[in-house]
């Protein structure tokens, strides 16, 4: 009888390995998309939720806590979409992003600002110099309901007045009735005038309802050319969920070890408290690993987050809780 | 066709690093166990003295550390426990109401979840499971079959067994070590509902949490006599099965003692109930929910460090997707937090003794010898303590004795098929007949299988799930007899 060697473990084994020998496969018509699509997995929803329950329940104390608390407010996209924004909060928030605590100038500034288009040049003067980025929302943000031309549009004056980033819709409309080659298409033509400005592409998972159709939408949107995939618009009831973030991140991690091409995953609507930002970080820890543990690659879309970030990270330091009115309202 | 390892060499990718994040360690506090530093047995409503008694220690297997002084019941110990349930029985708890003893139940449950941040810090220090499992597991589970046995008390008449239904008398519960306080519920609970009277043995390496629960039924204000635990090892338990004043003997626990307790009641005229071992399998189809499926072949084998009689031990999948499945598996299986069970983090806690972990090292050494494929995590293993690395048989074939026997550790063994058929024949090609999964996203098929599946269990789409109201229990040489729901009270009741 022979005995076979024990295996040894190999870092790949702990990892997600990513081909970059493998490409992006090229879609010409929306018969090869869905015969992609149709070789993804089902997501069990019990299963997902459970997975997602007992993750939360990991206990995130001293040193990984003050590192993860930095880790998240340098994650956040600190954002205004409101119809009454004006250039002065505009410039307040900016302030705020470059130097979250004027207290405590080890704090790490924020990944970016989140605007309406028409408020990236200001935005973008303001932050002059800084590393802080520029994100725009456009496509006819949040509903996406106007033509392809009216979305490319928006998208080319968001661009042209600065935006580092762009923040699209996905037509939910066409692909809940199940055109989604016109979905897939229309991100291919918003990436295309984006040029350098990165693309994050918003499915509105609130809106897909299911998460065997958030896994599908994931899929074409990377296809497409996503630099990022984004949960929500936080303009619709439901918002980001852990259940959501725990599929798209999954999402990323497959398409990465098959197609080399690694995409990032944002987070938006909803997340308030540090607690809850930590629990999305434990997923991107333990679900997709190192290599998305960056702004490049994680973000929270997020305005009152910062604050219980920085008032969280002052507790870590005295031991004691600041008033709220210690830290600027935006 | 290039290998992964080539086309890595040569493109130096950045892989990413999962769990890359540290977490410091955030463990629970001891202090809170409150342990003695001896017990006495639970006879006829109070503690005996412990030093009118052999004694013997129970350790904490994580370390290794001496947790308390146990006192081993003799067989008189044993028979003045039986005779003070049969007191009980007769003079006042076959006349209790149904109403009343739920009362009784219901105090019991509440506060049991009153002092459970206490009972999973004793259940985890004596056990070695993770703190994590004992505080959302085993404690909640045991609250849960009291509250709900509770409910049925006075209700039997209606429970599908005749119009006046009556208990059996003096109940002899024999338990396991590795769920110790959800095991005593799961005996005591149904047991006490249908208005009978218990002795109760523990398990001889973990017998804390039943000595808290002596001291939770002390403070319901049970009347005495109701509820004896007698602690002690396979002597005490041999005593109370052979004991003429016990009218059913319920146990958990080997198949091989089992049948021991079997031939040993056959000529008495006591009932008796056995959940004795198993070797589930966990039938994996090509179109199962992958992510949720690994990690639900993860809890199948690796919740409670494998040792449930119950687990997901056999891994049957579909050809089309082994490859994919096992490193994914494999992955998997390396992030497991291995270590301190007292840490909230840990996933994966420590043996509950040398025995035990002597008997998972001989199995797997046969598992390399036969030839099948080993994958153990390197995760460093504490230096104190009972400790075995999660382990991925691959290449195991139907013959191997990992496929066959019980290890009741973290040890998966991984086989493949192409036929459901095939599934299903390799599935119930064992002697055993517990618990088995079935992974699909097609109802029919899951269906079909489970159908065909000789084992007690049949899991859809997820594993290792409890709940007081669903009946649990083997077939086969994994036992007989059903605990929880409805049908669990069918074991204490003249039907």
New interface residues.
């Given amino acids: ?4 060697p ?4 190999t ?11 493998s490409q992006v496969p090229r879609i010409e018509s929306e018969t090869e998309l869905r015969s992609i699509l149709a070789t993804l ?4 929803s ?3 939720e ?2 997602v329950a007992k993750l939360a ?9 003050m ?2 608390l930095d880790l998240a407010i340098s994650m956040v996209d600190l954002t205004t979409l409101e119809g009454a924004d004006t250039p002065g909060k505009v410039t307040s928030l900016c302030t705020k992003a470059m130097r979250p605590s004027p207290m405590d100038l080890s704090v790490p500034s924020v990944a970016a600002v989140c605007v309406y288009p028409d408020l990236v040049a200001h935005a973008r003067s303001v932050l002059k110099g800084s590393p802080v980025a520029v994100a725009a929302v456009a496509t006819a943000f949040p509903s996406g309901r106007a033509s392809l031309m009216v979305k490319l549009m928006d998208v080319r004056e968001a661009v042209a007045n600065g935006a580092d980033e762009i923040d699209m819709v996905i037509d939910r409309g066409a692909f809940l009735s199940g055109r989604i080659g016109q979905v897939y298409e229309e991100i291919v033509a918003v990436k295309q005038v984006c040029g350098k400005a990165h693309l994050k592409v918003i499915l509105e998972t609130g809106e897909l309802v299911t998460y065997d159709n958030v896994r599908k939408a994931s899929w074409i949107a990377m296809l497409a050319g996503a630099d990022f995939i984004k949960t929500s618009t936080g303009k619709v009831p439901v918002a980001a969920t852990q259940p959501v973030a725990l599929v798209m991140l ?1 999402a990323v ?1 497959d398409f ?1 070890e098959t197609t080399g091409q690694i995409v990032g995953v944002k987070v938006a609507g909803g997340i308030r408290t540090s607690k809850d930002a930590i629990r999305y ?2 997923l991107v ?9 960056t702004p490049d690659l994680f973000r929270f879309g997020a305005s009152s987050l910062l604050n219980d970030l920085l008032m969280q990270r002052l507790k870590q330091q005295r031991g004691t809780y600041i008033r709220p009115d210690e830290f600027s309202g935006d | 066709m ?1 290998s ?1 390892e080539t ?2 060499a ?2 130096n ?14 463990p629970e506090s001891a202090a809170i166990a409150k342990l003695k530093s001896s017990y006495g047995l639970f006879i006829n409503g109070k503690f005996t003295d412990p030093s009118k008694h052999e004694q013997f220690e129970t350790i904490n297997p994580a370390t290794e550390n001496q947790l308390a002084t146990i006192s081993q019941g003799s067989a008189s110990d044993v028979d003045k426990a039986v005779k003070a349930a049969r007191k009980a029985y007769d003079n006042v708890w076959s006349k209790t109401t149904g109403a009343e003893r739920a009362k009784y139940l219901y105090r019991i449950a509440r506060i049991i979840q009153e002092r459970s941040r206490e009972l999973a810090v004793v259940e985890t220090l004596d056990n070695g499971k993770p703190i ?1 499992e004992s505080r ?1 597991v085993d404690i909640p589970l045991a609250a849960a079959h009291f509250f709900y046995y509770a409910g049925w008390a006075d209700k039997l008449e209606h429970a599908g067994f005749g119009n006046s239904p009556k208990p059996i008398g003096v109940a002899g519960q024999i338990i396991p070590w590795n769920f110790p306080l959800m095991m005593a519920a799961w005996k005591l609970a149904p047991a006490l509902a249908a208005g009978n009277t218990c002795v109760l043995k523990p398990a001889e390496t973990t017998p804390l949490s039943a000595l808290i629960l002596a001291e939770i039924i002390q403070q319901a204000g049970l009347p005495d006599g109701v509820v004896n635990i007698v602690t002690g090892d396979g002597a005490t338990g041999s005593a109370l099965v052979d004991h003429p004043g016990v009218d059913k003997i319920a146990f958990t626990g080997s198949t091989g003692v089992g049948r021991l307790i079997q031939q040993r009641v056959a000529t008495s005229h006591k009932r008796l109930t056995l959940e004795l071992g198993g070797k589930g399998a966990n039938i994996v189809y090509e ?7 690994i ?2 072949i993860i809890d199948g084998i690796f919740f409670n460090q494998g040792h449930v009689c119950c687990a997901g031990s056999r891994l049957l999948v579909q050809e089309s997707i082994a490859d994919d499945v096992l490193r994914r598996l ?2 998997r299986v ?2 497991l937090r291995v270590g301190d069970p007292m840490d ?2 840990t996933d994966i806690g420590a043996i509950n003794s040398l025995e035990q972990l002597k008997r998972i090292n001989e199995l797997v050494a046969y598992g ?11 995760c460093e293993l504490p230096k104190k303590g009972f400790w075995f690395a999660p382990t991925v048989f691959a ?1 195991v074939s139907q013959s191997h004795r990992i496929a066959r026997e019980e290890i009741f550790g973290p040890v998966l063994s991984v086989l493949t098929f192409r036929t459901p058929e095939e599934a299903i024949t390799k599935a119930n090609n064992t002697n055993y007949g517990l618990a088995c999964g079935v992974w699909s ?1 097609k109802g029919s098929r899951t269906l079909w299988t489970a159908e065909r599946l000789r084992a007690g269990v049949v899991w859809a ?2 594993y290792n799930k409890f709940d007081p109201t669903s009946p649990f229990g083997g077939t086969r040489e994994s036992g007989f007899g059903r605990e929880g729901g409805k049908h669990g009270l069918e074991a204490y009741l003249n039907v």
Wanted: hydrophobic share 30%; net charge negative; aromatic share 2%.
């Fill in positions: 009888m022979s005995t076979a024990l295996r040894l473990v870092p790949e084994d702990h990892s997600v390995v990513i081909q970059t020998s997995s089902g997501v069990d019990v299963g997902a459970a997975r329940t990991r206990s995130i104390k001293k040193s990984t806590k590192a993860a999954e991690r990465a970080l434990v820890n333990e679900t997709v690993g190192s290599t998305w543990m | 290039n992964v086309d890595m040569e493109n990718l950045p892989n990413s690093k999962l769990g890359s994040l540290q977490y410091d360690p955030a994590r959302d179109d199962a929910p992958i992510d949720e499926m990690e639900g494999v992955r390396e992030q909230k983090n390399e010898q036969e030839g099948a494929t080993r994958y153990t995590s390197s290449d996203e789409n997820t």
